[in-house]
């Protein structure tokens, strides 16, 4: 059996198997009901590996051993396998964020804390900056400096982006407007971000930019924090996207000045045709 390795990588992404136990539930699955001994064969795994594979594969829900000898492996439905994985996945999900949540104000999260404050000290704060990468990752940092602002937030981003932020950031900046928090946020509006430009307005103030050569994503926090995307976001996969963080109030307050001076300028919501 010849199984391409993109279609098992692709397996492996999704079900959370590694190579062995693609091998031999694809091996399986191809046959309906085999043997160990056939699909360590056919799935070209080592025999010594294949009992173990099939034990591991029956726990989670992919194979059914038969009755009777020579013991023999029915195939689960790959329909029933997504739905069976789907429910583990809520379940160990549920019960990390429990194990997480139990960490509150337990003597292991002080001791962390002891530790990263301790290690704060030492360090200057311009030395507090660092590159990430994917989107994901730079979303989840982008969140953590939002959370710690204290009186301003300035955004600049794109159409894309601005819909992308009101599905990550919406309820951060809702908590930040109750704070008193000043967000400005800035980017080129059109039909296709519109009603979310229209949403965000309820909790900042929203412009659109007027020049199309004036184009960036990045992210201000107090005038200290500063948080840009070196890639254009229509040219690059989410995996690849790479943001800069750095603190330093130098830099950070006069890139805030400019966007000042350039929110001026800046076509206010309301005026905005599209």
């Known amino acids: 059996m010849i199984v391409k390795e993109e279609f098992l990588s692709k397996l492996r992404q999704y079900f959370g198997l590694n190579l062995y136990e693609v091998k031999i539930w694809t091996a399986l699955l191809s046959r309906g009901v085999s043997t160990a001994g056939e699909l360590s064969d056919i799935g070209n795994v080592p025999r010594s590996r294949a009992y173990d594979i ?8 992919f194979v059914v051993m038969k009755l009777g000898k020579p013991i023999k492996y029915i195939a689960v439905e790959p329909r029933e396998v997504v739905e069976r994985v789907k429910k583990l996945v809520h379940e160990e999900a ?4 429990k194990r997480l949540d139990n960490l509150r104000g337990g003597d292991l999260l002080d001791e962390l804390n002891l530790l990263h404050k301790q290690g704060i000290e030492f360090i200057e704060p311009t030395d507090l900056s660092g590159a990430i990468r994917g989107r994901h990752n730079m979303y989840s940092h982008m969140e953590t400096l939002l959370k710690g602002a204290e009186k301003n937030v300035s955004i600049m981003t794109t159409s894309k982006g601005l819909i992308r932020k009101i599905e990550f950031f919406k309820s951060t ?7 008193g928090v000043n967000i400005k946020i800035v980017a080129p509006i ?42 254009d976001d229509d040219k690059v996969h989410p995996t690849y996207d790479i943001g800069v963080w750095v603190t330093t109030p130098y ?3 006069t890139l805030d000045n400019f966007f000042a001076t350039a929110w001026k300028e800046m076509t206010p919501l309301a005026k905005v045709k599209v």
């Open 251 to 253: 830099f950070a307050s």
């Open 173 to 179: 900046l809702e908590k930040l407007k109750r704070k």
């Open 94 to 97: 549920k019960e990390k964020a």
């Open 190 to 231: 059109n039909k296709e971000c519109m009603d979310v430009a229209r949403d965000l307005s309820k909790i900042a103030e929203v412009k659109s930019v007027n020049n199309n050569k004036l184009a960036g994503r990045f992210m201000i926090v107090d005038g200290k924090q500063v948080m840009f995307m070196v890639m």
């Open 54 to 61: 099939l034990e591991s594969l029956e726990k989670k829900g």
